[in-house]
């Protein structure tokens, strides 16, 4: 279906290859109905490198390998998951079969995830949705692109980075319709996705739910590093960032186009600091794939309860650890739902006058 909304505007025909072209990336569709490769097959797969072989991929002002040049290779699956050895690093069967269980738990989850491509090494999926406006004109809301392994992840300003295995890498599409812009400005689709990931990661299963998962707001996630150590007061606890948001925004035939990329330290082995080291003992297993599927349920039930009737809150006052804002949600009615939220307003450190006051004696 999806394929066939590209026909008309972005698919050629070139010796017998369906070339999806992007402004900035040339993609070569391929069907595969079944679920193993042969030689062949991996053998086409393999970029032309022909007449430049051994030659250095050029560097853009950033000093990042300019890939672009280089044709992307998209295989749909229509009939078929693809088989564990074709993608070992990400199951698709665990992934739908998650995506299913935490839909019937989201009342209003019913359509992110859906749709998923999947890359293994990848530039940045965020970039490769952005860099290609024609491409993503035609993606619905809650398409979803993961990866396994970022070679050029993107974070605030001009920061590049390699994101290696063991990572939750993905951006995902958000169509707001700009007649909502008035009442619900697109700027609070980051501000209620990063509340609705932090949500998931404490709601993912058994032994998750103590887990001290905060907000530096708007946009990075941090969790106490002495989660295992409820006997020490908030205000002596250290915490570690373990995950970032970044959306960027742009416009389509009355829509904004929102690509929301997400990056969470899910698994990843030491020196990192990962969701892994904060679990107790007896904590349900930690995977990659579920967690993808959680967070996506999660963000979609509160995206669109946002565009149906917009969150309403009430201030409570300020917390006694960090001085952030503590809100409550109401309903309809203006009666607190007993759902609570603490939100910084600005970007400093959670202590921002620590080492900076000391009491007089």
């Given at each position: 279906e999806l394929l066939r909304a590209w026909q008309d505007d972005v698919i050629d025909r070139e010796n017998g290859q369906d070339l999806l072209r992007g402004e900035n990336d040339t993609f070569r569709v391929r069907s595969k109905e079944r679920g193993s490769w042969n030689l062949k097959d991996l053998?086409?797969?393999?970029?032309?490198?022909?007449?430049?072989?051994?030659?250095?991929?050029?560097?853009?002002?950033?000093?990042?390998?300019?890939?672009?040049?280089?044709?992307?290779?998209?295989?749909?699956?229509?009939?078929?998951?693809?088989?564990?050895?074709?993608?070992?690093?990400?199951?698709?069967?665990?992934?739908?079969s998650s995506l299913q269980q935490f839909q019937t738990i989201e009342s209003d989850a019913r359509e992110w995830g859906n749709t998923l491509l999947y890359g293994d090494v990848v530039t940045s999926t965020n970039v490769l949705l952005e860099k290609n406006p024609k491409l993503i004109a035609k993606l619905p809301s809650g398409f979803t692109f993961a990866a396994s392994t970022q070679l050029a992840g993107r974070g605030r300003g001009t920061n590049v980075w390699v994101a290696p295995p063991g990572s939750l890498l993905f951006s995902v599409i958000i169509n707001h319709p700009a007649n909502l812009a008035a009442s619900r400005p697109v700027v609070f689709v980051q501000y209620i996705a990063a509340i609705a990931a932090v949500e998931a990661i404490r709601s993912y299963g058994r032994g998750y739910e103590n887990l001290q998962v905060k907000l530096k707001w708007p946009n990075d996630i941090f969790c106490s590093q002495d989660a295992l150590d409820p006997s020490k007061p908030a205000s002596e606890k250290s915490y570690a960032k373990i995950g970032g948001i970044l959306s960027q925004c742009g416009y389509y035939d009355g829509n904004y186009q929102i690509i929301l990329g997400i990056g969470i330290n899910a698994v990843n082995p030491r020196p990192t600091t990962s969701i892994?080291?904060?679990?107790?003992?007896?904590?349900?297993?930690?995977?990659?794939?579920?967690?993808?599927?959680?967070?996506?349920?999660?963000?979609?039930?509160?995206?669109?309860?946002?565009?149906?009737?917009?969150?309403?809150?009430?201030?409570?006052?300020?917390?006694?650890?960090?001085?952030?804002?503590?809100v409550e949600e109401t309903d309809r009615d203006g009666r607190g739902t007993g759902r609570l939220w603490s939100l910084q307003s600005d970007e400093n450190s959670f202590d921002y006058w620590k080492g900076l006051v000391r009491r007089r004696d």
């Open positions: 053998r086409e797969a393999l970029p032309d490198t022909g007449a430049a072989a051994g030659a250095a991929p050029e560097l853009d002002a950033h000093g990042v390998p300019d890939y672009k040049s280089v044709t992307k290779d998209i295989v749909a699956h229509e009939k078929q998951l693809p088989d564990e050895k074709l993608t070992p690093r990400f199951h698709h069967k665990l992934f739908y892994s080291d904060m679990l107790g003992e007896g904590a349900a297993p930690l995977r990659l794939e579920t967690l993808l599927a959680r967070i996506l349920t999660r963000i979609e039930a509160e995206i669109t309860l946002e565009a149906e009737a917009g969150t309403r809150a009430r201030v409570l006052g300020i917390t006694r650890d960090w001085g952030m804002l503590r």
